[in-house]
């Protein structure tokens, strides 16, 4: 359950009351404390009863609170840390790029994590199911992908392409000279185009894993198209985003569906496959709890 304190600082608890398990998300929020409308308990940011309404005495007692997580806004967004005893604090990239046009979008992928981060990360992918909006199917030049592995992220630096044959570099690739993607612990995906060391367009999609192959994404992309104001950049940045989305949501689906059909997955992969080996082991490492050993190796390829 997510409100504001009497300052404006994001509280996060968790969404059950102490009283009588009801949602606190049902309740409204007095002074920045968090009202139940049942019988009028009142939690502040901390999770502390701070009133129940018709008792005398102290509200207080470590009986009447309800969990409550750290919580940061940063960006436009607010980060919440379930895990008290986490080792991930917020992602340390920017989260815009140079430009004030900003589109938000939130869509769902049928899918394990690793193969929605792989979707939106691969660049081979991108002459087939994004045909005219990432690249065309036509010509490819010759590339080099630098691919860098640390404690807690990998990322592609592709060099050599310059800008790209879709839709989107028309739009926003004046002057681009690489494009890197990254993938960054726990489960933070970026697609960043540069032009003179300066970001262009930055694309960032945060995955939240619901169930076990169902994944709720929330995406959010900036950049400018000079001389247009933002406001009149945001609408095709938008529009780019959920066509895009939609098309990712149609190639994993059948994806998934004939993994299920065949009774699991059966793999080949190929030096192309940048990016999938070295999420998974960074995933891996993060879960056992074990430091990632950081790599650094070139790929060659045409796109």
Same mark, same amino acid.
């Given at each position: 359950?997510?409100?504001?304190?009497? @300052?404006? /600082?994001?509280?996060?608890?968790?969404?059950?009351?102490?009283?009588?398990?009801?949602?606190?998300?049902?309740?409204?929020?007095?002074?920045? %404390?968090? *009202?139940?409308?049942?019988?009028?308990?009142?939690?502040?940011?901390? #999770? !502390?009863?701070?009133?129940?309404?018709?008792?005398?005495?102290?509200?207080?007692?470590? $009986?009447?609170?309800?969990?409550?997580?750290?919580?940061?806004?940063?960006?436009?967004?607010?980060?919440?840390?379930?895990?008290?005893?986490?080792?991930?604090?917020?992602?340390? =990239?920017?989260?815009?790029?140079?430009?004030?046009?900003?589109?938000?979008?939130?869509?769902?992928?049928?899918?394990?994590?690793?193969?929605?981060?792989?979707?939106?990360?691969?660049? =081979?992918? =991108? /002459?087939? !199911?994004?045909? &005219?909006?990432?690249?065309?199917?036509?010509?490819?030049?010759?590339? %080099?992908?630098? *691919?860098?592995?640390?404690?807690?992220?990998?990322?592609?630096?592709?060099?050599?392409?310059?800008?790209?044959? &879709?839709? *989107? $570099?028309?739009?926003?690739?004046?002057?681009?000279?690489?494009?890197?993607?990254?993938?960054?612990?726990?489960?933070?995906? @970026?697609?960043?185009?540069?032009?003179?060391?300066?970001?262009?367009?930055?694309?960032?999609?945060?995955? $939240?894993?619901?169930?076990?192959?169902?994944?709720?994404?929330?995406?959010?992309?900036?950049?400018?198209?000079?001389?247009?104001?933002?406001?009149?950049?945001?609408?095709?940045?938008?529009?780019?985003?959920?066509?895009?989305?939609?098309?990712?949501?149609?190639?994993?689906?059948?994806?998934?569906?004939?993994?299920?059909?065949?009774? #699991?997955?059966?793999? $080949?992969? %190929?030096?192309?496959?940048?990016?999938?080996?070295?999420?998974?082991?960074?995933?891996?490492?993060?879960?056992?709890?074990?430091?990632?050993?950081?790599?650094?190796?070139? *790929?060659?390829?045409?796109?």
């Amino acid at each position: 359950m997510l409100f504001r304190t009497a @300052e404006g /600082h994001p509280a996060v608890l968790r969404d059950r009351c102490a009283h009588r398990n009801a949602p606190l998300s049902a309740g409204w929020v007095i002074d920045g %404390t968090l *009202v139940w409308p049942d019988h009028g308990w009142r939690f502040d940011r901390a #999770g !502390v009863c701070q009133g129940v309404p018709g008792r005398c005495g102290v509200a207080a007692h470590a $009986s009447r609170s309800v969990p409550a997580y750290s919580a940061v806004e940063q960006g436009g967004l607010v980060w919440v840390r379930l895990d008290p005893e986490g080792q991930h604090g917020l992602p340390e =990239t920017q989260t815009r790029a140079r430009g004030d046009a900003v589109a938000m979008g939130e869509f769902r992928l049928t899918a394990s994590l690793i193969d929605g981060l792989e979707n939106f990360l691969d660049p =081979t992918h =991108t /002459h087939f !199911v994004h045909t &005219g909006v990432v690249r065309d199917g036509g010509s490819r030049r010759r590339v %080099t992908a630098l *691919v860098r592995g640390g404690h807690d992220r990998v990322e592609a630096e592709y060099i050599g392409e310059g800008r790209q044959s &879709g839709l *989107v $570099s028309r739009l926003f690739g004046a002057g681009i000279d690489r494009s890197v993607g990254r993938f960054i612990l726990p489960a933070i995906a @970026e697609l960043e185009y540069l032009a003179a060391g300066k970001s262009r367009l930055l694309i960032r999609l945060f995955f $939240s894993p619901e169930r076990e192959r169902e994944l709720r994404v929330f995406a959010i992309a900036s950049g400018s198209v000079a001389p247009l104001p933002a406001w009149m950049v945001v609408p095709p940045l938008r529009a780019i985003l959920q066509l895009v989305a939609r098309q990712d949501q149609r190639i994993l689906a059948l994806q998934l569906a004939n993994i299920e059909r065949f009774g #699991g997955e059966q793999f $080949s992969s %190929t030096e192309l496959d940048i990016m999938r080996p070295h999420m998974l082991r960074l995933l891996r490492a993060d879960a056992a709890g074990e430091p990632a050993t950081p790599f650094a190796r070139q *790929v060659d390829l045409l796109l």
